[in-house]
């Protein structure tokens, strides 16, 4: 019985990856630019949820569509300048693109930092402490209710990627952007919206993780290092790939935490995403392209 809770437990955990990961896997198929700052977007989303929390008296969880409003302004401020280097002929783009991303991510660290200091934070909401009995498992509330924001949160990427015209011209561009670009699609106005849903759906997946678990400025690498597994071990631009490795990698981590020590997580993880890799060497979708 505790094995399955274990797994369960995983599977509910492993939606919220999911939902980071997809958009962090559409955004490197757009932009070319693996995000260092992936991590940070998740940790700001829960720091953003703290602030709201300190200041008003709401639960923070409620505000969750302004979270990915803000943070998909900012992704859409910073989005052009990852465009800029990234297409710049003059250096190495794909090495400039790794590091302006790292730099926002020191930059997102520092700030936090600053801020709020070492002291881990949670986010308090309505659900702590609240347990639901699902088909006889007595499951926390906020993991639930945080695999059910991550569904909801993928359906609606999915649905945006293959049912909009916005999400054509994003699927265009991540196959081929000269194609893209004489088909008359706008790559560098298309790079910038989809910068900035990634943003946005991240920064709201952190909101709901800070509820689950406590956060601090230094999780931000720990995240990153999450969503890299993620995404390679799915294939490079393989949607599909993203969901059973995202619930994979959920699984994983409570597996490890429950029957040995959370401390190992990491090592289990990357030694997963080794021998996967020797086994099937284009991950487990084939590199399939988000078309």
């Given at each position: ?12 955990i ?5 939902a ?55 992704g ?17 783009p ?50 639930v ?19 909009t015209?916005?999400?054509l ?39 709901v ?13 720990r ?11 799915a ?32 090592l289990?993880?990357f ?9 099937l ?6 590199r399939?392209?988000?078309?």
């Open positions: 019985m505790e094995l399955f809770a274990s797994i369960v437990g995983g599977l509910l492993g939606g919220l990856y999911v980071i990961s997809l958009g962090f896997s559409v955004a490197f198929g757009v932009l070319d630019v693996v995000d260092l700052a992936v991590g940070m977007w998740v940790v700001m989303g829960a720091y953003a949820a703290v602030v709201v929390q300190d200041w008003l008296d709401v639960d923070p969880l409620l505000l969750l569509p302004l979270y990915f409003l803000f943070f998909a302004l900012v859409a401020v910073l989005a052009p300048l990852i465009y800029r280097v990234r297409n710049n002929r003059y250096a190495m794909a090495l400039m693109g790794l590091a302006l991303t790292f730099g926002f991510a020191t930059i997102f660290r520092g700030s936090l930092l600053t801020g709020f200091g070492y002291t881990p934070r949670t986010v308090r909401t309505g659900l702590a402490n609240t347990s639901w009995n699902i088909f006889g498992l007595v499951l926390p509330a906020e993991r209710a945080g695999f059910l924001t991550a569904a909801v949160l993928t359906l609606a990427f999915a649905w945006f990627l293959y049912f015209r916005s999400g011209a994003v699927r265009a561009v991540a196959q081929s952007k000269e194609n893209a670009g004489l088909m008359g699609v706008d790559v560098k106005r298309t790079s910038t919206l989809i910068y900035a849903l990634y943003t946005g759906l991240t920064a709201m997946c952190g909101a993780m800070g509820a689950i678990y406590a956060m601090t400025p230094e999780l931000g690498p995240y990153t290092l999450f969503a890299f597994f993620v995404v390679v071990l294939g490079l631009g393989s949607i599909w790939g993203v969901l059973v490795t995202g619930l994979l990698l959920g699984v994983l981590q409570s597996l490890v935490s429950t029957f040995w020590s959370a401390d190992y997580t990491l289990v993880v030694l997963s995403l080794f021998v996967v890799l020797l086994l060497p284009n991950g487990i979708g084939n399939r392209s988000v078309a």
